[in-house]
């Protein structure tokens, strides 16, 4: 019974573990993903700029979409660079896509200082996504999640916030979503 658990055992440990989303359409590294589900199917979703997408009915078999949205390009946008942790929900037929971003600019000290959660909208969940032209948070936020409370029908925007200056991410804040893209500004 030993060897026969010793043989399982080393069994084991030589097979190559395989993650069962990763599969054909999707064998590239994945940054910050996430997966909406709607209406039986799968929207997988990665940080980059652009954000991309790939669709999925069965979580394992995966087709490019391709760049869902991109950083604007016009001087002084919000979310001219670092385009992290997307995040899709949908609301009242309309896809909203939270996402972290932040100005370009050669100074990384203000580049950084600017880091926001934004949104953008959709008709559908391959995108376009179109931005709303301004953040959603208030001051310094990444990596935010939104959830709906069913009981009350309100909307919170959840993020990591800067809670100390040498400490980025070291807080979490949440703030209600008075409208998809507006916090109260009450974190």
Not at 47 to 76: K, Q, Y
Not at 90 to 108: C, E, H, I, Q, S
Not at 135 to 160: K, N
Request: proline share 9%; hydrophobic share 40%.
């Amino acid at each position: 019974m030993k060897f026969l658990a010793l043989l399982i055992g080393a069994l084991l440990l030589t097979t190559p573990c395989r993650n069962p989303v990763l599969g054909p359409g999707l064998d590239t590294e994945i940054a910050d993903p996430f997966v909406l589900k709607f209406k039986g199917e799968y929207y997988l979703y990665s940080s980059g700029n652009p954000i991309s997408a790939w669709h999925s009915v069965d979580l394992e078999h995966w087709t490019p979409v391709g760049p869902v949205l991109r950083a604007s390009t016009g001087p002084g946008a919000w979310n001219g660079t670092d385009l992290w942790a997307p995040e899709v929900t949908y609301r009242n037929g309309r896809f909203y896509l939270y996402y972290t971003a932040t100005v370009k600019d050669p100074d990384w000290r203000r580049q950084e200082a600017q880091r926001r959660v934004g949104v953008a909208m959709a008709d559908s969940p391959t995108g376009p996504f179109i931005d709303s032209g301004h953040p959603v948070s208030v001051g310094w936020a990444i990596d935010g999640d939104v959830l709906h409370d069913p009981d009350t029908g309100r909307d919170w925007l959840f993020y990591s916030t800067l809670d100390e200056q040498h400490l980025h991410g070291a807080g979490l804040a949440v703030d209600e979503l008075l409208a998809p893209d507006r916090a109260a500004g009450h974190p």
